[in-house]
């Protein structure tokens, strides 16, 4: 392939992902594949798992190249139900990697996870389109601003959890196709995750064993653990429950205060945060039941 | 000072670990220090931890080396005792480097930590006396045997749990100074680890979130952990609560099936459990209410 | 899939592995897998690595069940061989998950790595069927025995290297499928390696920055490093510099001795040689120029 | 102690430290300590370490509490050096933690680090004073800023070098403490680090095996490097060689393209040059010969 193909696929251009999910049977790689090669697409690569090696569930992503793609986008995709996944009774979707996804990040007073993911975004690194921050406190503004996204202060407390979470539905419903909570400190209704109509994605701190509850940090520091940690997570009704996407740890010991903890596991839940958010935003991430397949 | 003096104190000849532990206040390691260089010793090495930076509990290991060691030792002791200890409130321990510790392995079926203890200390990377190893199964006895350590097959199950311990306890007490539990799968009783009289280290697996009773790996591979982990600990009457000595993971994914993390976690299981017990052995571990702190 | 079928693929039972090399176009996951569909294979896994994006080289490692394999495979080998490899200027390699490699560890006196290889093996983790241990000093023949493994002690000096090289050919030549150096200490010459007929697969230490010739601890300790490391890989003539399969370093710092990082080293050493052999053994590694895509 | 003394010492108010070397003998540690408690001082930490057990280099990092510290530390300066210091033939220094290290960053066009540095000193993680910020380049004006620290541009090629670094010594001579170089891409002449009047960290990337000089991530991709990493050490007439601060890793495999090797390469490469500013600035870092002790 010729050196200004090679470019716009780096450029993200005419390159497709198919992700798709459906019971296991023989041929569905030869299904999926025979119908891209007859539909002019190159595989780029292609992931597959199955959850059991027989008769469990069958998880695919494929990036391809069709010269054209956007285009010919949504005929290939209604094909692709009616030829393929109709009959093997699939789930799919189709995405394009051209068209980067719109990302909400709601913070409170704490900046690391923020920062990181604006930084990144800035760099090139994490490819997603950050529409607005929404924050319960103003005190980030001035850091999020230089950053060229809009920040939106909404205060949000338990006393007036109804109305705030109207006003951040109204922001954003049919704006957003991600919201990240970036330490953002306050409980989500179940109906706020019902309603907000796309997923979301959680960062929190955990230990071994576990600390819940207030001031995680001295406790788990009184009780001398060797390791503090964050796991990142789609966000369902069970608060802090959800498929686990990415978890990480840093070793500790006696040496370190509370407020070594406090900021050796913030390096820890930013870096296990953007992580999260850059394989969501690649689609990378399959959920299946209470946990997480990356491909 | 000369090369086989320099050969002595890596053979451990001559060379005393002083352990001490008492409530924070100037002038304690100036006595400590000043005691140590009038009685003829030089100080090796110099670790000390306050819990707090002031008012709190004082800890310190110090190795040093004085010629004559053993038959100064209890002299030594008496005078620290009187001339330090007592005026400042101290607990205190002095070892003798030369002198290891004796060790009883106890075991089930699962050989992986209790072979990993004898390679080691087969090795010499490991100072202590193994002098016996007590399984509740037979099946371990060929692969004890060549390392040269008694084999003692003592049946223990939950019905005849108190004559299993009064055997145990025959065997044990008075001839160890620590008890390793290499996935030794039966419960010890409260009054078992009272009358000992020595410390147990113990080995669980650990996880992100934890996962107690049954088949933890199975339960952690639904629930997508990305991390798996073991915690050897101390053993006290709360079951695998005790102050934690070390803690490890290594990452795990969806590709892993439940047997890979059975065998992650055996790797993760025997390095954990070494460490803990080569620090104990070397007298680096001090324990502080619940934790421990290693110095 | 029922419950018999489901244990034989656990066994490897009628499992086959598919390795494939070729220039990379569009149409070869098609290809493949309707060959395979169409042979009445189902796909339990399928990994595949492009050099690059487009124009580079495609790998592709297909893991299939098929009944009645043993008796189908040369069959299935010529048939694929003509309907698909021809057609696409494919290297493939069709193994059997069934049968075991066939492994000659050669050792010298330390022990480590070949002791982790012989008790992962024992254990069910590592499945290969090691033939013979070959060494040049008769030290680790006790423990090598109680493992049920041939020890065969062949001299080897630089002084008499031609002659201890054709002895170690006459043992190895048609019997086995990896050799293993695990601390071997001589130097192979590009003849044997040449003549052996089979991959070899080799472990050193590896610093940053490197240390290369004698006393490599004790050099990175002068210069304090804070991390020492283990590299294996596939021999080739250039010593020390072929195909790199796994590398794993641990963190080290002042207060280690020069017998710490010997210690820690040999431990890195174990657990990065072990993990190689596994891939190879599960035909993971596809080499690729000087370097290796492990699927 | 009562609390309004606690938090004094958090805020480091009062808090001395006292770094010394010389030749190891006894009645170092008693000698120390009972001139600090004979002074009126308290001992918050102290670590200690020889570079041999017996006849090497003894070091030693003290932490201690004297009301009026400020006031005192001239004649405390001179009495420890008449009547410790001059006894054992010792270097030391003392500083005062309330009295933040002033730092002048040097940059190119790349942010990672810098951004990185000043984030965490804004956060109050990375207790020093940056006092001007130099960049061969106008990039990065626009991102430093917001920090309020002055950003200077001095141009620098090989061709200016002379009149770039002259300009360079007018800025920095005197006014910092500490040089940081944070992807400073220019080769400083050994004229400058010699005038410079203040130690230098520099930080580049490591690999095993080493790949020096241009695209150095496209090599090791080449190579199928399995780890990518980094090294922060203090700046010598060696370029890159000088004694090593802190390294560290990160696992890479076929997957990762040259931008992901890049961009986890820029993540160690922070992390590393965080960790030895911070611990450069707490006065944790010891040289000796060509390596640094971290106590």
Known sequence: MNEPVQHDIQMGKDVGRLLLRCADRPGLVAAVSTFLAEAGANIISLDQHSTQQTGGTFMQRTIFHLPGLTAARDALERDFGERVADVFGMDFRLTEAAKPKRVAIMASKEDHCLIDLLWRNRRGELDMSVVMVIANHPDLADQVRPFGVPFIHVPARK??????????LDLLRGNVDLVVLARYMQILTPSFIDQVGC?????????????????????????????????????????????????????VDHRHSVDDLVRLGADVERAVLSRAVLWHCEDRVIRFGNQTIRL
């Open 199 to 251: 997923p979301l994605i959680n960062i929190h701190h955990s230990f071994l064993p576990a600390f819940i509850g207030a001031s995680p940090y001295r406790r788990a520091r009184e009780r001398g653990v060797k390791l503090v940690g964050a796991t990142a997570h789609y966000v369902t009704d069970d608060l802090d429950e959800g498929p686990i996407i990415e978890q990480d740890v840093v070793r």
């Open 159 to 168: 006393d007036i959890r109804e109305s705030a979470e109207q006003r951040q």
